[in-house]
């Protein structure tokens, strides 16, 4: 059996240099987003949906103005801290930090990722994808604290950044997404599931 503690780690994620997190962390007002799978998709509570903000003032005045956005920009960006805890079947995302401190990471059949309390169900399970190699990511292999990766859901379907035009985007997944590249920034490594 493989060593699940050494595999596993804290870390941060961030899209284009902007800080993964739940929208509801980064913005003020009501989050409405449309799923993403079918067109036309339904509206949504996105507050607890992930995602990345990076639009200029101006972005942020035209989506207003248009009606493209529901909220209002936040605070200063922060990234959420992420537990990735190690299986045979990969890894599960549980949130160390925030509001949210507790929640694991899931998907559903509309695409949509979000931040939900653990229940009986098990959060999603994913395989993360080193892009430099094209292989599976192995944390053992890796000498420094950052790396550029993908996501692949246990479905086999790749996380994508769903466009929140013009202010930045959500995280997604469904069979025809387009794959994203994320950087992961290694926080501790060898965290047990017990550690907070």
């Not at 990076?54 to 922060?78: M, R, V």
């Not at 990722?113 to 192995?138: C, H, M, Y």
Request: glycine share 10%; charged share 20%.
């Amino acid at each position: 059996m493989a060593d699940h503690v050494a595999r596993s780690f804290t870390a941060t994620l961030q899209i284009a240099e902007s800080p993964v997190n739940s929208l509801d962390c980064l913005t003020t007002g009501p989050v409405t987003l449309v799923t993403p799978r079918y067109a036309p998709g339904h509206a949504f509570d996105g507050a607890r949906a992930l995602g990345m903000l990076n639009g200029t003032e101006e972005d942020w005045q035209h989506g207003k103005e248009s009606g493209l956005i529901t909220f209002d920009k936040g605070a200063t960006p922060c990234a959420l801290l992420l537990y990735f805890r190690h299986s045979d079947a990969g890894y599960r995302l549980y949130v160390r930090s925030g509001p949210h401190l507790g929640k694991s990471v899931f998907t559903n059949v509309d695409g949509q990722v979000t931040l939900r309390t653990t229940t009986s169900k098990e959060p999603s399970v994913w395989s993360l994808i080193d892009v430099q190699t094209g292989n599976a990511f192995d944390l053992t292999l890796l000498e420094d604290g950052r790396r550029e990766i993908q996501l692949i859901s246990s479905d086999g379907h790749p996380l994508e950044i769903h466009n929140l035009y013009p202010v930045g985007g959500f995280l997604a997944c469904y069979a025809q997404a387009q794959p994203c590249t994320l950087s992961l920034l290694i926080e501790q490594r060898g965290v047990d599931w017990l550690d907070t």
